[in-house]
């Protein structure tokens, strides 16, 4: 897992997307996941967009349910 943080409008999120694309397209890793993580995060919102970028879906409309679903997920998938 990698994070970017720094000041806001200086391209973290394009250079995430950027080294995302590059990973997928050389088949360095299998999946790869990307979520946008802001200063006051909605939490909901962020495990969607991961959820989403790994092509799963989330149902769950409680943030709880969603965080124990998404834990089943990646220890299904990666176990």
Do not use: H
Not at 33 to 62: C, F, M, R, Y
């Amino acid at each position: 897992m990698e994070g970017l943080y720094g000041i806001s409008c200086v391209g973290k999120t394009t250079l995430a997307n950027f080294v995302g694309n590059q990973l997928r397209q050389e088949k360095i890793f299998d999946e790869v996941g990307i979520a946008t993580v802001s200063q006051d995060p909605d939490i909901i919102k962020v495990q969607g967009e991961l959820a989403k970028s790994l092509g799963w879906a989330l149902n769950e409309k409680d943030e709880k349910e969603r965080a124990d679903r998404l834990r089943l997920m990646f220890s299904e998938r990666y176990s």
